[in-house]
């Protein structure tokens, strides 16, 4: 069959459950990912074919794609704040406003004298998202990243030599320390943050796939982990260090009132793209 031919029926396929736009997208990233063709090939060669072979792989795309399997972990990889990552059932697909939260760690702080180490440490690392664009965008910054999950913290290993970047994980559980080894200039966490009420506005694809220990917290406790890590932060911040967080969009009054509680400083709560409250940092 062309492929022209197939995409057509591809995008059929899946409408009950994507629109056209989306579904044509994962043709088009499969495409690029399985045969190395680009948008443009097809367009300029109406004529291009799939083989027996290539229709069983593509047919297994689809059935996945049917039971809404996210396509990054289809292909096994997804791209943050221009870098490539590979992700798996283990860690959470890296999201936009977390970039937003990355610009804003780098933009203030890439000025800083660059004879000077910047230590920073990234809590709650999963695929190493923020530690490894942090330690690729701040030549001075000496890098550190915890996480519960060892199988997490082996895929973050393989994206940083991957990324050609040299971080030190650890695997430690945030909520069983007391103090952390050693002071740092900037501490940063997206840590879990979704409450079990909101699981009512969560895509299937997240709910079904994503890792669990990555998304949710206790409705009781929702800021378990913001408390614990900025109480840590408190003690193993050094002098003028930073504290940033990616937080839950309904809860930035009680992510600011905590940290006022706590007598941090230049406390700034910030807006993602959406207009959502997502992120906020304070100094010691
Ligand atoms: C929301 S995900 C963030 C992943 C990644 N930093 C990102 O921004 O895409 C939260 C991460 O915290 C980790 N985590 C959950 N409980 C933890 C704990 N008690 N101690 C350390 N890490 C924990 C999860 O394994 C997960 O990788």
């Known amino acids: 069959m062309k492929i022209k031919q197939y995409r057509t029926q591809f995008i059929k396929e899946l409408s009950p459950f994507?629109?056209?736009?989306?579904?044509?997208?994962?043709?088009?990233?499969?495409?690029?990912?399985?045969?190395?063709?680009?948008?443009?090939?097809?367009?300029?060669?109406h004529e291009l074919n799939f083989s027996e072979k290539d229709f069983v792989v593509w047919d297994s795309f689809l059935n996945q794609l049917k039971k809404e399997v996210p396509i990054q972990y289809l292909l096994g990889k997804t791209s943050f704040y221009g870098?490539?990552?590979?992700?798996?059932?283990?860690?959470?697909?890296?999201?936009?406003?977390?970039e937003e939260l990355v610009e804003w760690i780098i933009n203030e702080n890439k000025k800083i004298d660059k004879s000077k180490e910047i230590k920073i440490l990234d809590i709650g690392t999963g695929s190493g998202c923020i530690a490894i664009s942090l330690a690729k965008n701040l030549p001075n910054a000496k890098v550190y990243a915890i996480d519960v999950s060892k199988k997490a913290l082996d895929t973050a290993k393989r994206n940083a030599i991957n990324n050609k970047v040299d971080v030190t994980f650890m695997l430690k559980n945030i909520l069983e320390l007391e103090i952390l080894k050693s002071d740092y200039d900037?501490?940063?966490?997206?840590?879990?943050?979704?409450r079990n009420l909101e699981k009512a506005e969560?895509?299937?694809?997240?709910?079904?796939?994503?890792?669990?220990?990555?998304?949710?917290?206790?409705?009781?406790?929702?800021?378990?982990?913001?408390?614990?890590i900025a109480e840590l932060a408190e003690k193993n911040l050094l002098e003028n260090g930073k504290l940033y967080f990616e937080i839950n969009q309904y809860l930035g009054k009680e992510m600011t009132d905590l940290l006022e509680k706590m007598n941090f400083k230049n406390i700034e709560l910030r807006k993602d793209i959406y207009d959502n409250d997502r992120m906020i940092k304070g100094n010691i």
């Open 18 to 45: 994507y629109d056209a736009y989306e579904a044509e997208s994962f043709f088009y990233l499969i495409l690029e990912d399985k045969h190395r063709l680009r948008q443009i090939d097809l367009a300029l060669n």
């Open 83 to 98: 870098l490539d990552f590979e992700v798996n059932e283990n860690v959470l697909i890296p999201r936009p406003e977390t």
């Open 186 to 194: 900037i501490i940063v966490s997206n840590p879990p943050y979704v």
């Open 202 to 228: 969560i895509k299937k694809n997240v709910l079904d796939f994503e890792p669990h220990l990555a998304l949710f917290v206790d409705d009781n406790d929702a800021l378990v982990f913001y408390r614990k």
